[in-house]
């Protein structure tokens, strides 16, 4: 079984900065990528970012404001969001993709919300 914790997530002024972590435990995988995904309002989930051996991908939404790094050792997932704007309110979720099966996994989801 592979678990995701997040935290980090909270309430911030527009143009404020926040940084989630993800990190993964259990034992008997590797990972191949990990992610990040929102969920707004009435909106389904779109991707944020994601990270690979590959390299990263964001969302042009995201693009120059929000950088998605990892740490291999510690197994986490870090999303450094800056310039926060109030239509990235949502509630974020790690993802990771490992190999085996199941394949992919979700932490729990974090309130990120921007507002003055």
């Known amino acids: 079984q592979v678990q995701l914790v997040e935290s980090g997530g909270g309430l911030v002024q527009p143009g404020g900065s926040l940084r989630l972590s993800c990190a993964a435990s259990g034992s008997g995988f590797s990972i191949y990528a990990m992610g990040w995904y929102r969920q707004a309002p009435g909106k389904e989930r779109e991707l944020v970012a994601t990270?690979?051996?590959?390299?990263?991908n964001y969302a042009d939404s995201v693009k120059g404001r929000f950088t998605i790094s990892r740490d291999n050792a510690k197994n986490t997932v870090y999303l450094q969001m800056n310039s926060l704007k109030p239509e990235d309110t949502a509630v974020y979720y790690c993802?990771?993709?490992?190999?085996?099966?199941?394949?992919?996994?979700w932490g729990q989801g974090s309130q990120v919300t921007v507002s003055s």
């Open positions: 990270i690979s051996a590959g390299g990263t």
């Open positions: 993802n990771a993709h490992v190999n085996r099966r199941p394949s992919y996994y």
